[in-house]
């Protein structure tokens, strides 16, 4: 850490597993650059202080009963935080700044907070305290709540009936790369709740100091910056991929299993398919079956994380039938959670069959492992469209998930020249997202601009 310049930096992050990660990324860098890091968070899905004993945690109560935070509806859990949590945060925020001011300690500087959080504004402004937000997404995505609530009140097609197969690939012209096919899915949501959400997401970040993107860079994201620079009107600094800044480093709210390191030291350079679909993603026991029964069958060791609850109606495995359980134990290994960023630097690990949330499809580049595409929901088929239709850095699977679709699709990638194109096009993209968070690169600049501007509060 720089010598400390005196300032304290106020974090609230979500309490979800994608975005506890890139707030103490950026708590991490801050804190080298000389800033004290305070980190407010929920009762829910708590970050571990013994991870980080530099930084001051204060825990707030969030009214959520245990069945309340079991919902796989995201929407509804978010709005239900915002509700329960505004008052707690209101009364922590406000004793830290008296704090401050009775006893002369660390002057505090802003508050960041995670763009889902919708209540900080007047908070904020009653406190007379800077604010910026933090976004875990694509820009592109993010940027999509000024489209997305557009596109469901004029009932665009295909909301107006079936899509023809002649329509299924026609673009969408309003949110490119995105096809038809993957609009449908995005707006099959309840409407009236996620176009309130979005506005009040964009309201909240108009009104900001500033706008960071922490996992996302000039060079992945350069024509979609232009624009939410020109929508937003406020500071935006693209400083990712951050976990580039200080490798190794996590916040997992999950055990990993180590033993995977272990298996994958054994096995033969770029011939694993790894496999996870996140921290949120949920599936069916025939997707599940239908998956391990493609990767047993394409001959290929493979890594399987299986998160327990993600399967419906399973506590984890036990659906998969005892024949193919005594196949996938000679070829592959499947655990409950991994170290997702060791596992992806590994030497044996030759592709990533993965949902495509943002956070791991940078970790994917970062490492240059190519990807098999599978996207459940939301942001996680626009990345996927990234992946495959821009960057072409990964195979797309669409329509049902089928075992010899599986199958297939790996042993494309690790086995026929078509990997190695996609590979080379990988290790390109790579190493220019690498260099953007070296010096003079572009995610450090931007960074460089973040640290004066927090600096200047």
Not at 58 to 77: F, K, W
Not at 256 to 273: A, F, G, M, N, Y
Request: glycine fraction near 6%.
């Amino acid at each position: 850490m720089e010598k400390s310049n005196g300032q304290r930096v106020i974090l609230f992050p979500l309490p979800l597993q994608g975005c506890i990660n890139p707030m103490l990324q950026l708590a991490m860098i801050l804190h080298s650059r000389g800033f004290s890091i305070t980190v407010i968070h929920t009762r829910f899905n708590p970050p571990k202080p013994s991870s980080h004993p530099l930084f001051t945690f204060l825990q707030i109560p969030d009214g959520l009963s245990e069945a309340e935070t079991r919902t796989h509806d995201v929407t509804l859990l978010l709005t239900r935080l915002n509700r329960s949590c505004k008052s707690p945060f209101r009364d922590c925020l406000t004793k830290l700044l008296q704090s401050e001011t009775a006893e002369g300690k660390q002057r505090i500087s802003c508050l960041i907070h995670d763009a889902q959080w919708i209540f900080t504004q007047s908070l904020a402004h009653s406190l007379n305290l800077p604010r910026l937000v933090l976004n875990t997404y694509k820009v592109s995505f993010f940027h999509g709540h000024f489209v997305l609530p557009h596109l469901r009140r004029q009932r665009l097609p295909p909301l107006q009936g079936p899509i023809t197969n002649s329509e299924q690939d026609d673009p969408v012209e309003e949110f490119p790369p995105l096809r038809k096919k993957d609009l449908s899915q995005i707006l099959d949501e309840e409407t009236e709740l996620l176009d309130s959400y979005s506005d009040k997401i964009l309201e909240t970040t108009k009104t900001s100091s500033g706008l960071i993107f922490v996992s996302s860079c000039e060079e992945l994201d350069q024509d979609s910056l232009s624009q939410a620079r020109q929508d937003f009107k406020v500071p935006i600094y693209a400083i990712g991929p951050s976990h580039n800044y200080f490798p190794g480093s996590s916040s997992s709210l999950f055990t990993p299993d180590s033993t995977c390191i272990q298996w994958l030291d054994k096995q033969e350079d770029r011939s694993v398919i790894y496999v996870s679909f996140g921290s949120l993603a949920n599936m069916s026991r025939s997707e599940l079956i239908e998956i391990a029964w493609g990767l047993s069958n394409s001959d290929q060791p493979f890594l399987l994380v299986v998160r327990v609850g993600s399967v419906k109606d399973a506590e984890w495995i036990e659906t998969i039938p005892e024949e193919l359980m005594e196949r996938i134990k000679e070829k592959g290994k499947i655990v409950k959670w991994a170290p997702q960023q060791e596992v992806l630097k590994h030497r044996a690990v030759g592709g990533f069959l993965t949902h495509n949330g943002w956070n791991s499809t940078v970790e994917s580049v970062c490492e240059g492992v190519p990807m098999i595409c599978l996207p459940f929901v939301w942001d996680q088929l626009l990345n996927a469209r990234f992946v495959s239709d821009v960057w072409m850095v990964g195979i797309h699977l669409e329509g049902r998930i089928e075992r010899n679709v599986i199958e297939r699709a790996v042993r494309r990638l690790l086995l026929e020249p078509e990997g190695e194109v996609i590979r080379g096009r990988m290790k390109l993209l790579m190493e220019k997202v690498r260099r953007s968070v070296k010096q003079n690169g572009s995610a450090y600049r931007s960074l460089e601009q973040l640290v004066d501007r927090l600096s200047s509060f």
